[in-house]
Each structure stands twice: as C-alpha cells, then as structure tokens.
C-alpha cells in the first residue's frame, strides 16, 4: 500500500472527544471517503464489518488518539501521515517497498 492511496476522514458522532473518530481509509476502495450516511443506515451489529468493506483501514476514536498524541505515537500536525505509519508500525499493511523510501 502506498501513502497517497489513503486519506485521513474525522468522523463526529456527538461533540464529547469519544464520539470523534479518526479512520485511516483506502482511496482504491472508497474514493472519497467513507460514506457516512450509507452507513449509518446499517445495523449496528454489522458496522464493524461495514467499515472495513467501505476502506476503513484503521479506526480510533478520540480518546485512543488523544492517549497516542501524548504518548508521541500520533503527530497532530501531520496526523494522516503518523496514522498511515502507525497502521505500518502494528502490522495492520504493509507499505509498498519502493514507497517506503519515499515517505
């Protein structure tokens, strides 16, 4: 996988830090973005599975990003680029060996 075929989407449910999600997402899959809307229209049981169908590749919620932000894990100035690493880092993809070079 390459860095430019992700994209960082924030996604509110409420206004309290649990209820803001930061989902690292596959462009080749979901160009755009997540369609939040759709998927809100799913059963609750299935979101999970959902997410992961429409390109989620990694999901944390706010206080898990909150938690790496102090931790020096995540960088919130380039927060997409210190997402795509950490998904790299825990084993969640793999970057394309050519890519990495690049980054």
Do not use: W
């Amino acid at each position: 996988m390459k860095f430019q075929d992700t994209t960082l989407q924030i996604i509110e449910f409420g206004d309290d830090p649990s209820d803001r999600f930061y989902c690292l997402v596959d462009e080749r899959v979901s160009p755009g973005g997540l369609n939040i809307e759709k998927m809100r229209l799913t059963d609750p049981r299935n979101i999970d599975l959902q997410f992961r169908e429409a390109g989620s590749i990694l999901m944390l919620t706010g206080d898990e990003a909150e938690e790496l932000f102090l931790r020096g894990e995540l960088d919130r100035d380039q927060l997409h680029k210190s997402l795509f690493t950490l998904a790299e880092k825990e084993g969640v993809i793999r970057v394309d060996t050519d890519q990495s070079k690049n980054r």
